[in-house]
């Protein structure tokens, strides 16, 4: 995970859409406001929606 200031962020957008797409990169845009964000793949996203789906599909462990 790398984090980057938002301003850079929007500089180099494209070169951050692409890192994160071709080397499965995550970002943290920090803004000012400290409302961050977090920029990753749509697969790494749907990787993650499953685990979490499968997580709730089990049973609880006692």
């Given at each position: 995970m790398i984090a980057v200031t938002s301003g850079?962020?929007?500089?180099?957008?494209?070169?951050y859409a692409d890192r994160t797409h071709e080397e499965k990169e995550t970002f943290i845009v920090q803004r000012?406001?400290?409302?961050?964000?977090?920029?990753?793949?749509l697969d790494a996203y749907n990787a993650i929606?499953?685990?979490i789906y499968?997580?709730?599909?089990q049973p609880e462990k006692l």
């Amino acid at each position: 995970m790398i984090a980057v200031t938002s301003g850079e962020f929007l500089k180099e957008f494209t070169l951050y859409a692409d890192r994160t797409h071709e080397e499965k990169e995550t970002f943290i845009v920090q803004r000012e406001s400290g409302k961050h964000v977090v920029m990753m793949s749509l697969d790494a996203y749907n990787a993650i929606q499953k685990e979490i789906y499968l997580a709730k599909q089990q049973p609880e462990k006692l």
